[in-house]
């Protein structure tokens, strides 16, 4: 693991994800892979509800890691990685809400429970969401606009505190490849630095699943 991505979710962590790997940081683990390994549910789970697990064998694969699941546990893989550099991916709390509220939030809420008997696997992929982002990490108030924002604010500082400022890049996709190829020692790309997973992408994309 050469990088851990602290930063939560909808704050451009797909188009980081494949800008890591344009860059030779692959494969990089990302809330999209569950949806490949649906039996890595049970890791999670278990990681979720306190229970030991083994970091070092279940990201033996992977270079890099970014967003949900694994952003809420950056402190642990410090432990683990303590050569790792870490990215926090950052924007204006009050557009990360509205992003996440139509998009993460939305979703999670209108899978219907009479699914789980048709798609087990998205359900517990939903069941996941549902417990570690939308209960653990906001109380069960994500409705609650500014409590979830103050929650986002926070756990940015957290990482801010917790990690050494020259291990840390604190990085909005906008800025594209310059900070982020400086911070990792890497050339530029000639290609333009990607944009992928929007928020109507993931409409587009919700509204298949359910369909």
Request: glycine share 4%; proline share 6%.
């Amino acid at each position: 693991m050469k990088i851990i991505g602290a930063g939560l979710g909808r704050t451009g962590t797909s188009s980081l994800k494949v800008a890591l790997e344009m860059l030779g940081f692959a494969p990089c683990y990302h809330m999209d892979v569950l949806g490949e390994h649906p039996d890595h549910v049970d890791f999670w789970l278990a990681a979720a509800a306190g229970q030991p697990v083994d970091w070092r064998s279940f990201f033996a694969a992977y270079a890099a890691t970014l967003d949900w699941p694994a952003c809420d546990y950056y402190q642990a893989l410090l432990v683990f990685y303590p050569d790792a550099k870490v990215i926090l991916t950052v924007r204006d709390g009050d557009k990360w809400y509205d992003s996440m509220y139509e998009t993460i939030y939305s979703y999670n809420n209108s899978f219907p429970s009479w699914a789980k008997a048709v798609a087990p696997q998205a359900a517990r992929l939903v069941h996941l969401r549902q417990l570690q982002i939308l209960q653990a990490k906001f109380n069960d108030q994500f409705e609650n606009r500014q409590h979830a924002i103050d929650i986002f604010n926070a756990h940015n500082e957290a990482v801010k505190q917790t990690v050494p400022a020259h291990r840390l890049l604190l990085f909005e996709v906008q800025q594209g490849w310059e900070p982020l190829c400086e911070f990792l020692e890497r050339p530029t790309p000639t290609e333009p630095f990607p944009h992928v997973n929007d928020r109507k992408q993931f409409q587009r994309f919700g509204k298949w699943a359910k369909k």
